[in-house]
C-alpha cells in the first residue's frame, strides 16, 4: 500500500528504472500481436481489442531498452467508473518486476484521472496476478464470482433432449427491429422500470455490491446502463399474469461473437424454464460452441445450474478487487463539507452503485 500512496518514498528497482511506460500506438501492433500469441496458449483476448483500445487511450505500452515487454489498459465505464485489465509481460522478460513496475505505473496514471471507482479481476488461479494486485498495487477485495460454463451441442437434433421444465413458446433470436415477442407471451421485452427493480431487489446485486458481470468486465449497475443494454436488445422478462416473474440479460460473448455469455438470470422455475428454452434455441441461430456466466449470489448460481451451466473446471473464483479511494475521498471531502453533507455521504443508499441517476 505504501508503495502505491507515496512511490516516491519506495526505493527504484533496477526495473523500475530502466522502464518506460508510454501509451499504445497503432505502430506497436506487431509487438503485441508477437507478445500475446505466446500468452495462453495463444488465447489472450487483447489482440481482438488493440485497434479500439489505442483509439480510445489508456492503453499503456512498457518498453525496455526501446523494446515493447509489457502493457496495460485502463478503461472508463461510466464518468468516473474505472476499470483495469489486460496486464500482460513478455514470457521471456517474466519474473524481473516488470509486472509490478507496469502495475504500479498504469495504476498512478489511472489516479491521475480522479476516478471515482477503480476495479479489476482476475481468478484465483492466477496467485501471480493476485499477489501484484493485493501487495503491490494495494487493491482491496470487493467481491467473487463463480464460473459457470456450458455447451449447447447437447439440444442439437439427435442429442438427448433437455429437462422440460414448463410450457414454453417458441421465440426467435433476439436480433434487429423486428419485435420478437408477442404481446401475450411470458416472454417479453421488459419496460426499463421493469428490470431496474427486478435487478434492485436481486439476491445477486446485493451478492455482487451492485455490480454485472460481462465476459470477465463487471461494471455497476446504473440507470444509463441498463437503458444500453435494453436497447441492445440484450434484456429479455417473463411475465405472469402481467408480473414481473423472470430476467435474463444475456449478450454476444466479449471474446467469441457467436458464442453466449449470461449477465444476470433470476426468476421462478417456470420462469428459468422458459430462459433455458430461449437460450438453446438462440445458442443454434448463432451457431454458439460455448455459453459462460457468472453468478455472485447462490441463487443466481442455481439459477446458472438450471439453465444447463456447470462450475468451470479449473477456476474456483473469480475475483473483483477495489482500490480503496472511498475512504481517501470521503476524508478530503469531510475537510470542507457540513456534518449533515458528511452523514449523508456515509449513508449505504448514496453508495455509487445505488446512485442511479
Ligand atoms: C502476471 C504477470 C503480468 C506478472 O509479470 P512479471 O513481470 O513476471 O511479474 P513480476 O516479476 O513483476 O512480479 C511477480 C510477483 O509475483 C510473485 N509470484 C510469482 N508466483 C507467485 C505465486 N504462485 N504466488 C504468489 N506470488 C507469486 C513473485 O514473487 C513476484 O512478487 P515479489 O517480487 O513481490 O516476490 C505475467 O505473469 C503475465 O503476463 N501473465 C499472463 C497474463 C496475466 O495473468 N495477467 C494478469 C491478468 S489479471
Same mark, same amino acid.
Given at each position: 500500500?505504501?508503495?502505491?500512496?507515496?512511490?516516491?518514498?519506495?526505493?527504484?528497482?533496477?526495473?523500475?528504472?530502466?522502464?518506460?511506460?508510454?501509451?499504445?500506438?497503432?505502430?506497436?501492433?506487431?509487438?503485441?500481436?508477437?507478445?500475446?500469441?505466446?500468452?495462453?496458449?495463444?488465447?489472450?483476448?487483447?489482440?481482438?481489442?488493440?485497434?479500439?483500445?489505442?483509439?480510445?487511450?489508456?492503453?499503456?505500452?512498457?518498453?525496455?531498452?526501446?523494446?515493447?515487454?509489457?502493457?496495460?489498459?485502463?478503461?472508463?465505464?461510466?464518468?468516473?467508473?474505472?476499470?483495469?485489465?489486460?496486464?500482460?509481460?513478455?514470457?521471456?522478460?517474466?519474473?524481473?518486476?516488470?509486472?509490478?513496475?507496469? !502495475? /504500479?505505473?498504469? $495504476?498512478?496514471? *489511472?489516479?491521475?484521472? +480522479?476516478? &471515482? %471507482?477503480? =476495479?479489476?479481476?482476475?481468478?484465483?488461479?492466477?496467485?501471480?496476478?493476485?499477489?501484484?494486485?493485493?501487495?503491490?498495487?494495494?487493491?482491496?477485495?470487493?467481491?467473487?464470482?463463480?464460473?459457470?460454463?456450458?455447451?449447447?451441442?447437447?439440444?442439437?437434433?439427435?442429442?438427448?433432449?433437455?429437462?422440460?421444465?414448463?410450457?414454453?413458446?417458441?421465440?426467435?433470436?433476439?436480433?434487429?427491429?423486428?419485435?420478437?415477442?408477442?404481446?401475450?407471451?411470458?416472454?417479453?421485452?421488459?419496460?426499463?422500470?421493469?428490470?431496474?427493480?427486478?435487478?434492485?431487489?436481486?439476491?445477486?446485486?446485493?451478492? !455482487? /455490491?451492485?455490480? $454485472?458481470?460481462? *465476459?470477465?468486465?463487471? +461494471?455497476? &449497475? %446504473?440507470? =444509463?446502463?441498463?437503458?444500453?443494454?435494453?436497447?441492445?436488445?440484450?434484456?429479455?422478462?417473463?411475465?405472469?399474469?402481467?408480473?414481473?416473474?423472470?430476467?435474463?440479460?444475456?449478450?454476444?460473448?466479449?471474446?467469441?461473437?457467436?458464442?453466449?455469455?449470461?449477465?444476470?438470470?433470476?426468476?421462478?422455475?417456470?420462469?428459468?424454464?422458459?430462459?433455458?428454452?430461449?437460450?438453446?434455441?438462440?445458442?443454434?441461430?448463432?451457431?454458439?460452441?460455448?455459453?459462460?456466466?457468472?453468478?455472485?449470489?447462490?441463487?443466481?448460481?442455481?439459477?446458472?445450474?438450471?439453465?444447463?451451466?456447470?462450475?468451470?473446471?479449473?477456476?474456483?473464483?473469480?475475483?473483483?478487487?477495489?482500490?480503496?479511494?472511498?475512504?481517501?475521498?470521503?476524508?478530503?471531502?469531510?475537510?470542507?463539507?457540513?456534518?449533515?453533507?458528511?452523514?449523508?455521504?456515509?449513508?449505504?443508499?448514496?453508495?455509487?452503485?445505488?446512485?442511479?441517476?
Amino acid at each position: 500500500m505504501s508503495e502505491v500512496r507515496s512511490p516516491e518514498g519506495r526505493r527504484p528497482s533496477a526495473v523500475s528504472r530502466k522502464l518506460s511506460v508510454r501509451p499504445m500506438t497503432m505502430a506497436d501492433k506487431p509487438a503485441v500481436l508477437r507478445i500475446s500469441s505466446r500468452i495462453w496458449e495463444g488465447n489472450d483476448y487483447v489482440p481482438l481489442f488493440f485497434d479500439h483500445w489505442v483509439r480510445g487511450g489508456g492503453f499503456w505500452a512498457a518498453e525496455l531498452r526501446g523494446r515493447i515487454v509489457g502493457y496495460g489498459k485502463a478503461t472508463e465505464f461510466a464518468p468516473g467508473e474505472w476499470w483495469l485489465e489486460g496486464l500482460r509481460v513478455d514470457p521471456r522478460c517474466r519474473k524481473r518486476g516488470i509486472g509490478k513496475e507496469l !502495475s /504500479r505505473q498504469v $495504476l498512478h496514471r *489511472t489516479l491521475d484521472e +480522479r476516478p &471515482v %471507482s477503480l =476495479r479489476l479481476a482476475t481468478a484465483d488461479v492466477n496467485r501471480e496476478s493476485m499477489h501484484i494486485i493485493t501487495t503491490v498495487m494495494g487493491f482491496k477485495p470487493y467481491t467473487q464470482y463463480r464460473f459457470f460454463v456450458g455447451k449447447p451441442e447437447a439440444t442439437r437434433p439427435g442429442a438427448r433432449p433437455v429437462r422440460k421444465m414448463g410450457t414454453v413458446p417458441r421465440v426467435r433470436a433476439l436480433r434487429g427491429a423486428v419485435p420478437v415477442f408477442q404481446s401475450h407471451a411470458p416472454l417479453v421485452r421488459p419496460a426499463a422500470r421493469e428490470v431496474l427493480d427486478f435487478i434492485q431487489q436481486s439476491p445477486e446485486l446485493s451478492a !455482487s /455490491r451492485g455490480l $454485472l458481470q460481462y *465476459t470477465w468486465l463487471f +461494471r455497476q &449497475v %446504473s440507470r =444509463r446502463y441498463l437503458a444500453e443494454l435494453k436497447k441492445g436488445d440484450h434484456v429479455l422478462g417473463y411475465r405472469v399474469g402481467g408480473r414481473p416473474a423472470g430476467l435474463m440479460i444475456i449478450r454476444p460473448h466479449r471474446y467469441r461473437g457467436n458464442d453466449l455469455d449470461i449477465s444476470f438470470v433470476a426468476g421462478s422455475e417456470v420462469a428459468l424454464g422458459a430462459f433455458r428454452s430461449f437460450l438453446y434455441q438462440r445458442a443454434r441461430d448463432c451457431d454458439a460452441k460455448n455459453i459462460s456466466g457468472m453468478a455472485a449470489s447462490k441463487e443466481m448460481a442455481a439459477a446458472l445450474k438450471s439453465l444447463g451451466l456447470e462450475p468451470h473446471p479449473h477456476i474456483g473464483r473469480v475475483l473483483v478487487y477495489e482500490y480503496p479511494i472511498q475512504a481517501k475521498v470521503q476524508r478530503t471531502k469531510s475537510e470542507g463539507q457540513s456534518k449533515g453533507e458528511v452523514e449523508k455521504d456515509r449513508n449505504p443508499s448514496y453508495l455509487p452503485f445505488l446512485r442511479l441517476a
